[in-house]
């Protein structure tokens, strides 16, 4: 119910539709500007590149990069 969902805190909920598949990441996202592919291949090049290189390779801006390279976005990639 409704009140059950306010009592368990948005955190908790996120959680739980993530869990369920209920949130879409990643190139499922009607926004996104990359590939799953895309983002391993820049992950690679961090350390090899600069961010504003990056960034023109893949016709994103430079804070998207930074957020890709830092964990903040596509998190779900594997950074091994």
């Not at 539709?17 to 209920?22: D, L, Q, S, V, W």
């Not at 009607?30 to 690679?44: C, F, M, N, R």
């Amino acid at each position: 119910s409704f009140d059950l969902i306010c009592l368990r805190g948005a955190e908790m909920n996120m959680q739980d539709a993530a869990h369920k598949g209920r949130i879409r990441r990643g190139e499922l996202t009607p926004t996104a500007k990359l590939t799953i592919v895309q983002v391993e291949e820049l992950i690679s090049l961090h350390g090899h590149t600069s961010q504003s290189q990056a960034g023109k390779r893949f016709h994103i801006s430079q804070s998207h990069v930074h957020n890709i390279w830092s964990g903040k976005s596509w998190k779900h990639v594997s950074r091994a």
